[in-house]
């Protein structure tokens, strides 16, 4: 539990000492300091006060603010035309210009498909059920880099109850809001059915699967839905699971109430969760045979509990403002520390994620120990323990993303000085030859 009454102080501890603020700073300048200054930033102070439209020239500046402030949330939005604190005082409305491609995904949306591992705590409920947010990331990142080429993402813990991407390529970052919604509406899925013109019910699960949905089942959904579905959640456990929930999705009648019966009698009446969803597509591949219309069901099923369940608004509007990497989460106290994409499935929030009480726990001890070192051997004594440690990695992280967007600046710089010398060559050229 945090203190809500010292947290103040505490945040105003961490932003000082702690807190990335250069790293930060790199990143939302993109190599250009008015790029910061038109980044609107947003605060959240305790008492819920709400601040919008912030900017800041330099990262001393917001620095300064966050010493000041000391707030509970962060969130960063768009690249405006003018700067954010000026908004009335212009004549230029604000606009924004670009921001990053963000993605959010939040545990509370897979609440209808979890199983014997719900939980009263919204916290300890993510921790446990991680193996969601884990594909959610593994597919949205793969497809983010083999569909759409984007080279620059940064994936962050958002303290509590999920995860958030932000892609930082430059062609990203000029995306109109119809484009986002694209990329949004391409990745997300929709399970719910719809009436088409002619009257008959549709979903996006189609037969056969577009390549990107079939990489996703094969790579991500499959395995977690017989491990962790079917293992941890024991969706389809003969006492306890939901198998009704699973044949609800099968939509023809007959085939739903034979499957029922066949797996309420005999061996399969008791048997484990794999052995019974075995079946159930050996089933439906029959069935199938006789009714295209059932080719789809199994994978409908599969990715149904599985498949990665995006907020849409959030991705399409470059307006929309997001969580800072991190700040620390005033529930939990957790950090928001950005992770590695390609070692998610060992990314546990339990394990991998600094509190600020740790923090803190840390920092007091290392001092107490420089304090009795130097007073006993006249030579002070330092070092972090594993809570900065964790938050180190979180850094590194960051580091990584930011250095890659500095290479891609130098490669785009390059490539510019190039075009320009063989513009000259081929003028100088010209001239010469027009003076023959």
Not at 62 to 84: Q, S
Not at 153 to 158: A, E, G, N
Not at 254 to 259: E, S, Y
């Amino acid at each position: 539990m945090v203190d809500r009454a010292s947290l103040p102080a505490q945040l105003k501890w961490y932003y000082s000492r702690l807190f990335p603020l250069e790293l930060i700073g790199k990143w939302l300048s993109y190599g250009d300091a008015t790029m910061l200054a038109k980044r609107e930033v947003s605060f959240t102070l305790e008492g819920d006060i709400y601040l919008r439209y912030r900017s800041f020239d330099t990262p001393a500046a917001l620095g300064a603010e966050l010493g000041k402030l000391t707030p509970i949330k962060m969130d960063f939005g768009a690249v405006h035309n003018i700067r954010p604190r000026d908004k009335g005082a212009s004549a230029l409305p604000l606009t924004p210009a670009e921001k990053e491609l963000v993605f959010d995904i939040d545990m509370t949306d897979y609440q209808d498909v979890m199983g014997a591992l719900r939980d009263p705590d919204p916290t300890a409920e993510t921790d446990v059920n991680w193996a969601y947010m884990a594909t959610a990331v593994r597919i949205i990142d793969t497809a983010l880099a083999e569909d759409f080429g984007f080279r620059h993402r940064l994936w962050v813990y958002s303290g509590r109850r999920g995860v958030h991407c932000w892609v930082a390529d430059a062609r990203a970052r000029r995306l109109s809001n119809e484009s986002r919604g694209a990329v949004a509406e391409f990745l997300g899925l929709r399970f719910e059915e719809r009436a088409n013109l002619g009257g008959r019910r549709a979903t996006d699960i189609t037969a056969p699967l577009h390549p990107s949905l079939a990489r996703a089942r094969r790579e991500a959904c499959e395995p977690t839905f017989l491990n962790f579905v079917l293992g941890e959640q024991r969706l389809l456990d003969p006492n306890g699971g939901d198998t009704a929930g699973v044949l609800a999705h099968i939509p023809d009648r007959g085939l739903r109430a034979g499957l029922a019966g066949v797996l309420s009698r005999g061996p399969l009446a008791t048997a484990a969760g794999v052995d019974r969803w075995a079946r159930i597509e050996k089933e439906l591949a029959r069935a199938a045979k006789a009714d295209p219309s059932l080719r789809s069901v199994s994978d409908h099923i599969v990715l149904r509990y599985t498949y990665p369940r995006l907020d849409i608004p959030v991705t399409r509007d470059v307006g929309h403002l997001l969580k800072a990497p991190f700040c620390v989460h005033p529930k939990t106290g957790r950090v928001c520390v950005p992770f590695d994409a390609a070692t998610v499935d060992s990314f546990d929030p339990r394990e991998r994620v600094p509190t600020l009480a740790a923090l803190m726990d840390e920092m007091d001890g290392a001092a107490a120990a420089a304090a009795a070192a130097a007073t006993t051997t006249g030579a002070g004594a330092g070092g972090g323990g594993r809570a900065t440690g964790l938050l180190e990695d979180g850094k590194r992280v960051l580091r990584r993303f930011v250095e890659g967007l500095e290479a891609e600046r130098a490669s785009i710089a390059a490539a510019a000085a190039r075009k320009r010398r063989l513009e000259e060559v081929d003028a100088s050229g010209a001239m010469a030859f027009a003076a023959v």
